[in-house]
């Protein structure tokens, strides 16, 4: 009992000790009552730091944890505070800084990034703020540094695993290495300053995130009651169903008191008026993507944004003077020069059976009256059965059976070939190639851009397909509507291009290519939300449903939480403490 009492007594000289050391070397003085003093100054970060203070940070980071917080990178925090000599970035004197009280407020607010505050320690560093405790203060500045690093990792770059999304790593942006981001807090700069750095700046991405606000701000629309409105196939005007008195509801039309059922000339306007705003055909006729849209709830528009936003994150930074945009849901490209819209039009990309990849690559050239080797699924699913039905469809189309490369390559007679009996294998070792004319799905356009799925921008001989206001048909390539326009723009610089040099190689007939003077980037991206040409938040279709699955892949990992900011539908916004947070 005496040497425990003894040891004890000790103990609690050494603790005395290290508090005494805690205001004579690294400078702290804590109150009487036991409470932190307000920060005088944004970067106020004391002097050399105490013993006490020292220990515990390197407590904690050979732990690689505080409490049941595990941190992302204890090594790169270990190097950081090396570098520091252990002096802490933000907390001060007497306690926290102006600046850890910014940074978690900006936490707190990080769902209007789409992401989730509580990955941060926002609870844990809440609390440790509002009930200071002197024990606790290295514990603090490691939350807040693993919170810096989580968080900026989480706005540079893709937090999911491609494999999840189809996706390749190389064509987006990886998050930021945990040296790197601590390398901001490093640089000597304004805390703000700080922020502004590791934050988005894209203009598209900070209109979806006040957009994002705006959504959480404001009350449920009275119409989402008579949600969903199904009518099992399209609906014109002149129509009737019994669904016409949801959708009047939906418009916010009042119910007439005749023929309530009919799909009537001003309930028509308000959906083509609809349309307009969402740019789809204003025909007023509601096929499956007006039904979507239509039937869009808050919530539902709140996680579209969430899911875009997070796209967006993904290809955030420097773009070259000039490239080219492909927006798979929207069906539309565009031509930059200088960061200004040459060209704009629209696209046919693949269906949801066939779908085009999301991807970057380069444009090295164009070719003209391109021949059109057809891709294997073309062939087995589309061009053998077609064979089958009619022995002359390769004549017909112009379609030469090659085997064989170089020198061993021989050209193939359709009429000997048992096209009911020919195996896969067989199939693989004979290329159909189309030859250059009308007949050929390639047109006369082709935009070289070599990449792992054989997918291109090119002409098309069914112009007749831009009409329609479902244009995800394709086979997974992109067709263009004015494919000579494209050309000229990636030929730019090229002596003697011009629309004389391309009649005279189109009456020829041959196939040409011409490289291009400077590689043009290409983009081939999916947004599901754009802004349209009035300035507009456009909610588009999810024609491959991948938003879905990318919020599906964001909660499986914890990765994003919605703000409650109404209070049992009073119309009063929350304060901060009564927010819910809820997937």
């Not at 220990?55 to 990178?73: E, N």
Request: glycine share 8%; net charge neutral.
């Amino acid at each position: 009992m005496h040497k425990n009492g003894k040891f004890n007594n000790h103990f609690k000289i050494l603790a005395v000790v290290s508090i005494v050391l805690s205001t004579a070397v690294f400078g702290f003085s804590a109150p009487s009552t036991g409470q932190y003093m307000a920060p005088a100054a944004e970067d106020a970060q004391g002097g050399k730091p105490s013993f006490l203070m020292k220990t515990s940070l390197g407590s904690a980071l050979s732990a690689g944890r505080v409490g049941k917080a595990k941190f992302h990178d204890s090594k790169a925090m270990q190097v950081y505070y090396s570098t520091r000599e252990n002096r802490p970035y933000w907390v001060g004197d007497s306690g926290p800084t102006g600046r850890a009280e910014k940074f978690l407020e900006i936490l707190e607010a990080s769902w209007t990034h789409g992401l989730n505050p509580r990955k941060y320690h926002t609870d844990e560093i809440r609390g440790m703020i509002e009930h200071p405790n002197m024990m606790e203060k290295a514990e603090l500045e490691l939350l807040l540094t693993d919170a810096f690093i989580r968080y900026a990792r989480d706005l540079s770059g893709m937090r999911i695993s491609p494999e999840a999304m189809k996706l390749d790593m190389k064509d987006w942006r990886a998050p930021m290495g945990s040296e790197d981001v601590l390398g901001f807090l490093a640089e000597g700069k304004s805390f703000d300053r700080v922020i502004k750095d590791i934050e988005p700046k894209s203009p598209t991405y900070k209109k979806l995130q006040k957009e994002l606000v705006r959504l959480a701000q404001e009350d449920v629309g009275a119409y989402e009651q008579h949600l969903p409105i199904v009518f099992g196939g399209l609906m014109r005007p002149g129509w009737g169903h019994k669904a016409v008195p949801k959708l009047r509801d939906r418009m916010g039309l009042k119910q007439p008191e005749k023929n309530k059922m009919v799909y009537d000339d001003e309930l028509a306007a308000a959906v083509m008026k609809f349309q307009r705003e969402n740019e789809l055909m204003a025909d007023g006729v509601i096929g499956d993507k007006t039904l979507q849209l239509l039937n869009r709830t808050k919530h539902d528009k709140m996680l579209q944004l969430i899911a875009n936003m997070e796209r967006l994150r993904w290809s955030e930074g420097e773009k070259p003077d000039r490239f080219i945009v492909v927006n798979i849901p929207s069906a539309t490209l565009w031509a930059l020069d200088q960061g200004r819209v040459k060209l704009e039009m629209p696209v046919i990309v693949g269906s949801p059976w066939r779908r085009t990849r999301s991807f970057s690559t380069e444009v090295t050239g164009v070719r003209l009256n391109p021949k059109w080797t057809v891709p294997p699924t073309v062939k087995i699913f589309d061009i053998v059965p077609k064979i089958q039905e009619d022995p002359n469809f390769l004549v017909d189309k112009g379609m030469e059976l090659i085997k064989g490369y170089g020198s061993e390559a021989r050209t193939l007679d359709p009429s000997s070939i048992d096209w009911n009996t020919i195996s896969k294998a067989e199939l693989s070792k004979i290329r159909f190639i189309q030859t250059p004319g009308e007949h050929n799905p390639l047109g006369r356009v082709r935009i070289l851009m070599p990449n792992e799925y054989n997918m291109y921008l090119h002409d098309t001989n069914h112009p007749e397909l831009f009409d329609k206001p479902e244009r995800a048909v394709s086979s997974g390539c992109m067709r263009m509507k004015h494919p000579e326009k494209v050309a000229s723009f990636v030929m730019d610089g090229y002596q003697g291009w011009g629309e004389n040099l391309m009649s005279e190689v189109f009456s020829a007939g041959k196939e040409t290519d011409f490289d291009i003077v400077k590689p043009v980037k290409v983009y081939v991206l999916y947004y599901t939300v754009w802004i349209g040409d009035k300035g507009q938040i456009v909610y588009g279709s999810d024609v491959y449903n991948y938003d879905s699955k990318l919020i599906d892949a964001l909660a499986g990992i914890d990765g994003y939480h919605l703000p409650v900011h109404y209070v049992g539908g009073s119309g009063r916004i929350a304060t901060r403490s009564e927010i819910a947070y809820s997937r």
